[in-house]
């Protein structure tokens, strides 16, 4: 049973914009710390941003603060990252991931409860 779906990936010029959703089943959102990571073509899997199941509270890597955004929709049972001035290097497979807080996320490895299966972000000319 998948408990998270990605989508919203694809193919988009450097400057343009992405809305990725994760979508949720057999799992409440707002109860769990979500979080989005990715990884490229030859490099480790790395986080990207994450928000809080207690109190909302939003986190992103410095690579990415000013031009993504992470949100909740609880009524949908969703969480999205909104992708804006995308760059080359923002090309890779995105994850949404759910855990029981957010030290589970920057944990080594991560604590997570549960992987979506991913989606293709390429950003290129």
């Known amino acids: 049973q998948l408990q998270l779906v990605e989508s919203g990936g694809g193919l988009v010029q450097p400057g343009g914009s992405l809305r990725l959703s994760c979508a949720a089943s057999?799992?409440?959102?707002?109860?769990?710390?979500i979080g989005w990571f990715r990884q490229a073509p030859g490099k480790e899997r790395e986080g990207v941003s994450c928000?809080?199941?207690?109190?909302?509270?939003?986190y992103y890597a410095d690579s990415v603060k000013g031009r993504f955004t992470i949100s909740r929709d609880n009524a949908r049972n969703m969480v999205y990252l909104q992708m804006n001035s995308l760059k080359p290097e923002d090309t890779a497979v995105y994850y949404c991931a759910a855990a029981g807080g957010i030290s589970s996320m920057t944990s080594s490895p991560p604590r997570i409860n549960y992987w979506g299966q991913g989606t293709q972000v390429t950003v290129s000319s």
């Open positions: 057999a799992l409440t959102v707002e109860y769990y710390a």
């Open positions: 928000i809080s199941s207690s109190n909302g509270r939003t």
